[in-house]
């Protein structure tokens, strides 16, 4: 297994805590439940971007590069974190967005891309993105630059490994706090954090089951797509996939009316982990899975005896941006 030998740069401040949260337990019953705080991954304010900017960068420095090109509107998480890391390793960066109705408030993700003093390519629509980065790599590479596209949300086999690895660090948090928990939580979407993580949980023996709530889309979509990301980050490690397409697995029916869209129940979510715990969601991405995760616990899917970790994947920083979608949930 090639993973030590993989390109990889330091971004993140690893490992990040697993936490218990014994406030929220005391307060809806069920499983013990943990937490881990990959919001708390810290390159320009965490997420889950960390891990996988750590192998997609380390790929690109491996590779020449002297330009990032990649995609996301203005209050992607990944754009914000992408930037930051192309600061560090002082590469020059091209964010290709198309128009958002209204006009962004320089807020949230937006206002940090703008410290770090983002530059856009504007496409009139988002299905123009791909043609335009990989228009703009090929200028580039006349100018006699060398570009490296990362895809919208660097979910791609690259990126994967960066939780890949990520199991390896919790495995042995497992051990060290003598835990054995049934299941992993996380929001699933781009499909690169799970195929990584269900890679990496089969790769390293985990008892866990990991289980994708889908934020956009449909399960089977997003279990489709992390399928095609698992197969060749396997052949990146040199190894056969340890694992088959029915070990990722992606559930419906938390997304709402559309991605990006609040819920009722993610505002409860959010609210109910600030009030508990101190710790905050969002309502984009990890609302809306911790709301899936609760909802299986209502369900009586997990024992009183048994143990559960969310993977907190970040993104705090859009709420920010959205006061007034956050309503009820600021009281
Ligand atoms: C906060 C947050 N959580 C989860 C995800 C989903 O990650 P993936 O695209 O790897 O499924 C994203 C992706 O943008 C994110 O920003």
Not at 27 to 44: M, N, Q, S, V, W
Not at 65 to 75: D, K, M, N, W, Y
Not at 169 to 178: P, R, V
């Amino acid at each position: 297994m090639r993973l030590n030998a993989l390109p990889r740069v330091r971004l993140g401040t690893l490992p990040t805590p697993l936490q218990e949260l014994p406030n929220l337990r005391r307060e809806i019953g069920g499983p013990r439940i943990f937490i881990k705080r990959d919001d708390l991954t810290g390159l320009a304010l965490g997420g889950n971007k960390t891990r996988m900017l750590e192998y997609l960068v380390g790929d690109a420095l491996a590779s020449g590069a002297t330009h990032l090109i990649t995609e996301g509107g203005p209050q992607s998480n990944h754009v914000r974190q992408t930037l930051a890391a192309a600061r560090i390793h002082g590469l020059a960066t091209i964010i290709v967005q198309n128009p958002v109705d209204p006009a962004p408030d320089v807020q949230g993700n937006f206002l940090l891309d703008r410290l770090l003093d983002i530059e856009y390519v504007q496409v009139d629509i988002e299905a123009e993105r791909g043609a335009k980065m990989r228009e703009i790599a090929s200028k580039l590479r006349v100018e006699g630059a060398r570009p490296y596209i990362i895809p919208g949300g660097g979910s791609n086999d690259v990126g994967a490994v960066g939780y890949v690895a990520a199991m390896l660090e919790l495995q042995h948090q497992l051990w060290d706090q003598d835990l054995n928990p049934s299941t992993l939580y996380l929001a699933s979407g781009g499909g690169g954090t799970q195929a990584g993580a269900a890679l990496g949980a089969a790769l390293f023996h985990c008892d866990f089951e990991v289980i994708g709530i889908a934020i956009e889309d449909d399960g089977k979509t997003i279990s489709d797509r992390a399928w095609a990301i698992v197969e060749p980050a396997a052949v990146r490690l040199g190894i056969r996939p340890p694992l088959t397409r029915d070990d990722l697995i992606c559930r419906d029916g938390h997304v709402g009316p559309a991605y990006a869209v609040p819920t009722e129940e993610c505002l409860v979510a959010l609210k109910l982990l600030a009030r508990t715990e101190a710790i905050f969601l969002e309502p984009i991405y990890t609302a809306k899975a911790f709301a899936g995760m609760l909802a299986a616990i209502d369900r009586g899917e997990h024992r009183d005896d048994d143990a559960v970790i969310f993977l907190h994947t970040g993104g705090s920083p859009v709420n920010f941006a959205l006061v007034d979608q956050l309503g009820g949930a600021i009281g």
